[in-house]
């Protein structure tokens, strides 16, 4: 074993005195490379090709003078030659350092650079003889030096955890982590090429706000010291986009920020990213379609399939997927038929007579504990792309109401491998049943709930000018993310997600 790769192994070994001893050496050739009169730390570094480009294309580089730089991920002496691997923005390609062409003087330098440092270099194209792609080297430059020797590779619980603090040293030596975060941004990139080709605005909105309103959840609040007023980061951007839809624009939508002060889990980060679009003259089966087509699509584009494998189940995401209203798949799946429960008493008991497990106490609706049983029992159960249909009135503040029974909204969630991915309404355009939602939700609110609305008579007053009937939707970027590169914590297809400072851990 070389003894670079001696000490990158010890580095995950020893203990934090030891690791600052190998940063010593480190720092001690630091300044023996100084006082050779060398920069360690270089500037401006023309490249002609990047590794991948040579790897995938030997036959047009053979024998060819290239320039490239990149990591020293590993290095093998052998006297007068030697062997070493260096990794750039597209792959790792081996280099190949003689003695004699290089001269003693950068061949004795190159002797004392460690793994991790950062060299460019300059050479013919070849295959060794064990058929590797290799770049002889006529000339290096050293472009920056490592402080810190890098793992191996990373293992076990609490080195997951570093790599969630210290992203950048996780891109280094976990390629696959890279791949990740490329696809993230082809699905972002394809999301908003089928919105654009679906005549959709993209547009911004407030990511600070007078009211925390769209969603109910718990805001982040801050202050704004020249107006002296309390700000909330956005829980979600549904309400200013709405009024979008009064102002005259038929189809908008953003990807954005969204925060909730809220708990983190492998499915919830405070921060994350949704898609949020709406389309006027629609409604929520326009909405289903939508969502159905751009998810099969999106698959398709960037993952080359929509067939797609999740922590080692096959899930189906070609068009066609399932659709349910609600009060069938609880009965499907607990028995209870909730359009025999005709009120709230009745609904609680019927719950605890089941003996689901659920917590329940005497503020619960009909509408809250039909809620609660389909978290319980029906969510986990949905594998396969399902939207759920028709939720109850109490729980959807924002959503038209059901003609035909109104306890019910016109709304919908989509649900894959048991998660909601997607959340959609015929939009309530009603001022004066959305101030009595309102209302209700503020009632809410002074008896505890600080997940509840908050009246925002601004967007009533918007409501009151008229606004289209209209179809709207939410999709996680995340989740979706996940789902597509089978990962199976949301931390890992963020690239800093929020962790807990170390030393308060």
């Known amino acids: 074993m070389s003894e670079q790769k001696k000490d990158m192994c010890e580095a995950l070994e020893k203990p934090e005195e030891d690791l600052n001893e190998l940063m010593q050496v ?40 290239v320039v490239l730089a990149g990591r020293i991920m590993s290095r093998r002496g052998m006297g007068k030659a030697t062997f070493a691997h260096i990794q750039d923005g597209s792959r790792k390609i081996q280099v190949y350092l003689r003695l004699n062409d ?45 402080l810190r020797p890098l793992p191996e590779k990373w293992h076990g619980l609490k080195d997951v955890d570093l790599r969630y603090r210290q992203r950048y040293v996780d891109l280094i030596v976990n390629p696959d982590v890279k791949e990740v ?17 679906k005549g959709f605005l993209e547009v911004e909105t407030p990511m600070m706000q007078t009211i925390a309103g769209g969603a109910e959840a718990r805001p982040f ?74 998810v099969s699509t999106v698959a398709a584009e960037v993952m080359g399939t929509t067939k797609v494998e ?3 189940t096959a899930i189906d995401l070609s068009p066609g997927w399932t659709r349910m209203p609600m009060l069938e798949a609880v009965k499907l799946h607990s028995g209870l038929d909730f359009h025999m429960i005709k009120d709230d008493a009745e609904a609680r008991s019927a719950a605890k007579q089941a003996r689901l497990g659920i917590e329940l106490d005497g503020t619960d609706t009909w509408g809250s504990v039909l809620n609660k049983v389909f978290d319980e029992v029906v969510e986990p159960k949905l594998i396969q792309p399902t939207f759920i249909m028709d939720y109850p009135v109490e729980i959807s503040p924002l959503a038209k ?61 918007a409501l009151e000018y008229g606004m289209p009937p209209a179809g709207g939707m939410g999709i996680g970027i995340d989740r979706l993310v996940m789902l597509l590169t089978n990962s199976s914590s949301i931390r890992d ?7 807990k400072p170390r030393e308060q851990a």
């Open 221 to 294: 609040i801050t202050h704004h010291n020249a107006l002296d007023i309390n700000l909330y980061l956005r829980i979600a951007p549904e309400l200013y986009l709405k009024r979008l839809l009064v102002g005259g624009f038929e189809k908008v939508y953003e990807i954005n920020r969204n925060f909730r002060n809220e708990g983190i889990s492998t499915k919830h980060n405070p921060e994350f990213t949704m898609l949020e679009l709406y389309q006027a003259y629609a409604d929520y089966h326009v909405m289903m379609d939508l969502a159905e087509e751009l």
């Open 26 to 65: 480190r720092r001690e050739k630091l300044a023996e490379i100084r006082a050779k009169g060398i920069e360690p730390y270089g500037g401006r570094f023309i490249r002609t090709h990047q590794a991948g480009e040579i790897l995938d294309h030997f036959a047009e580089f053979e024998d060819q003078s």
């Open 493 to 499: 297809v963020l690239l800093f997600p929020l962790m």
């Open 310 to 312: 999740y922590e080692g």
């Open 181 to 197: 975060f490329e696809a993230r941004s082809k699905i972002i990139r394809a999301i908003r090429v089928f919105m654009d080709r």
């Open 401 to 461: 109401r059901k003609a035909e029974n109104p306890d019910l909204t016109d709304r919908f969630e989509l649900f894959i491998y048991g998660r909601e991915m997607a959340n959609a309404f015929s939009e309530l355009n009603d001022p004066i049943d959305q101030k009595g939602r309102f209302l209700k939700q503020v009632e809410k609110r002074k008896a505890g709930d600080d997940e509840a609305h908050m009246m925002d008579e601004d967007y009533i007053n």
């Open 102 to 146: 290089i001269g003693p003087e950068a061949y004795e330098l190159f002797g004392k650079l460690d793994i991790g440092d950062i060299i460019g270099v300059s050479g013919k194209v070849f295959k060794t003889r064990m058929g590797e792609i290799t770049i002889a080297v006529a000339q290096f430059t050293l472009l920056s030096k490592s």
